[in-house]
């Protein structure tokens, strides 16, 4: 019936109906209920990012320590020396930029054309691709895994980024944010004489830009986070991502959990700023669509 | 030069409103197929043709890298497999406690993040949410190195206020609830929002007409609040049931699977069964049989959430 969209911004403002009657005392008591919860949710990060800056000696130091060390650098240093962590850092940006971007202009493309053109055997392909939602990725993941091998493609960067570029939860929510899109304006454009595929980059584009940041925040979240996949396919070092190196540094005898921390915080904590600062398109983009009836 | 070559047949009629189809409307008829066309090949090439393979491979065993024809006998090995049946039983606690206790979760979460007498709600709903942006890889290892016996925060927490310390990640059954906890923390914020998006399309005359008959918060949240959430509470019900029945990320990087296989769920024994052992066929079977369970699992999920009467 109604979209999520509409929810979320008439959601904004607050609503006298739903809690009249209720006195000051029990918004105090509601909100400082949150906070504890929210503390308690809060506590890894806090805790990642000061572990991380202090040996493994004292992140199992008791008491713990609860304020920042002095040997960031020095865990930096001993990662670098045994992941060469720099480059794996550079592995995870550079393949999560270009899959962004790839990924981005597939799955746009085919949620406009699903959204917004009546075609022959839509609605079907439509639903191959939804099926794709539906079925767990560990079915595909031994024989995509001999397709690698085949293709010579094991170790490679394209082994990681093409498999999951026509991501179906990506063309679903275009198609959704898409749907939005009023025909009066491409109908204006095509009056103008615009072709099929500009009217696309010059009328389609510019006015989904939330909708595309939202796609593009959670792509390259998609992928900087990954884990599984690339594990299978980057069977070197020096062509891992951080979760693969990271991973692969744990369960070591005598893992050195200052360096693992500090490298894990740079994975985590950059993408929560990002994600922060650019939040309010990501939820409500994420969430176009989600719930209808 | 057209015009010179063949005079005013084809061309010009693409302006008149009459004659020869106008070639901007093929073009506005081929165009959607070459926009899914990238995705289709895509989807085809990585997702149709290696399920279809699965399916091939589930039949054959492998041996020192020789595939031959086994039939149905990965099937019937499965079925009586005890390890198999130790990841599905793994896997169907978390689905039947972890699941329902997180949805409870994120429903009261919802509800208060819509309530007027909640004050600095944005902060809230970004701070609930931040969990989700963490990959699985960094969370399960700070999740590891927190839950340590001896030497981690919890353990110190709980024995300031006089608990003795809990063995986490070492115990079978503590081991299964640390996996539930680290679940609960990642996704519950998640939940939260899908549902806070469907509870502001309630309309509040609805709860003022409850308040006119007298409703008091808790018969204004059964018969106002949850009906209207219903939908919502389908779709983070399936989508946390598939996402259960997968689950590989936590249990690998958290346990590895252990103690004792007590956090063995169905994808760490398919991985395990694929690029450990190398066992292809047999780890396809496993994930056929996922792919069924998954389908089962929705459908009744479907019949039973879904229907309104």
């Known amino acids: 019936m109604t979209t999520t969209t509409t929810g979320t911004r008439t959601g904004r403002g607050p609503r006298r109906s739903r809690t009249r009657g209720k006195g000051r005392g029990n918004g ?113 993941l031994v024989p995509l895994f001999k ?49 099929e595929f500009r009217l696309f980059v010059a009328v389609v584009l510019p006015p989904m830009r939330p909708a595309l940041a939202a796609l593009g925040i959670f792509l390259f979240l998609y992928q900087w986070n990954d884990f599984i996949w690339p594990l299978i396919v980057l069977r070197d070092g020096a062509s891992y991502t951080i979760p693969v190196a990271l991973a692969s540094l744990q369960g070591v005898d005598d893992t050195d959990y200052g360096a693992i921390l500090a490298g894990t915080a740079v994975a985590a904590i950059p993408m929560a700023v990002v994600f922060l600062a650019l939040q309010r398109h990501f939820v409500s983009g994420l969430l176009a669509g989600a719930v209808k009836e | 030069m057209t015009a010179l070559a063949t005079p005013a047949r084809t061309k010009p009629a693409a302006g008149g409103p009459q004659g020869t189809r106008p070639p901007r409307l093929t073009a506005r008829r081929l165009a959607p197929y070459a926009f899914v066309l990238p995705a289709l090949l895509l989807f085809a090439a990585f997702k149709l043709y290696p399920i279809a393979w699965s399916f091939v491979l589930s039949l054959h065993k492998t041996v020192g890298g020789v595939e031959t024809f086994v039939g149905a006998d990965n099937y019937t090995r499965l079925l009586h497999d005890p390890l198999f049946r130790t990841a599905l039983g793994n896997t169907a606690v978390i689905l039947v ?172 024994y398919l991985y395990q069964n694929a690029f450990t052992y190398f066992d292809f066929g047999y780890a396809s079977a496993i994930a056929y049989a996922l792919a069924v369970l998954i389908g089962i699992l929705g459908l009744i999920q479907f019949r039973v959430l879904g229907d309104r009467k």
């Open chain 2, 97 to 268: 406690v972890q699941v329902p206790v997180m949805l409870i979760l994120a429903t009261g979460l919802a509800v208060a993040f819509d309530s007027a007498a909640l004050r600095a709600r944005s902060v809230f709903r970004l701070g609930f949410f931040l969990p989700m942006v963490t990959g699985l890889v960094a969370y399960g290892i700070v999740f590891s190195v927190l839950l340590n016996e001896e030497y981690g925060l919890v353990n110190w927490l709980l024995g300031l206020v006089g608990i003795d310390s809990v063995p986490w990640l070492v115990d079978p059954l503590w081991a299964k609830i640390s996996l539930g906890l680290a679940l609960t923390w990642h996704y519950t914020g998640y939940n939260a929002m899908i549902l806070l998006a469907r509870l502001q399309s309630i309309p509040g005359e609805l709860y003022d007409a409850a308040s006119v008959d007298g409703a008091g918060p808790w018969k204004s949240f059964r018969h106002v609040t949850l009906p209207g959430l219903r939908p919502a509470l389908l779709l983070t019900t399936v989508l946390s049931t598939i996402g259960t029945l997968q689950i590989f990320d936590e249990p690998y990087v958290l346990t590895r699977g252990g103690p004792d296989n007590a956090t063995l769920t169905i994808g760490v």
């Open chain 1, 28 to 140: 105090i008591m509601l909100t400082s209920g949150l906070a504890i919860a929210l503390a308690a949710v809060l506590v890894p990060f806090y805790w990642l990012v000061i572990a991380g800056t202090h040996s493994s000696q004292e992140v199992f130091d008791s008491p713990p320590p609860l304020l920042p060390g002095g040997h960031l650098a020095e865990n930096l240093t001993s990662l670098q020396d045994t992941v060469s962590f720099g480059r794996v850092v550079l592995n995870s940006a550079g393949i999560a930029a270009v899959y962004t971007l790839c990924a981005g202009a597939v799955c746009t493309l085919a949620g406009y054309a699903f959204a917004k053109y009546r075609f022959r055997g839509r609605d079907p392909l439509f639903g191959v691709i939804m099926l794709g939602l539906v079925i767990p990725a560990q079915v595909t």
């Open chain 1, 147 to 195: 397709l690698m091998a085949e293709l010579e493609w094991l170790n490679t960067y394209q082994a990681v980024i093409m498999p999951n570029l026509a991501l179906p939860f990506g063309i679903f929510l275009m198609r959704q944010s898409m749907a939005a899109l009023p025909d009066e304006l491409l109908d204006s454009g095509r009056m103008d004489g615009c072709g």
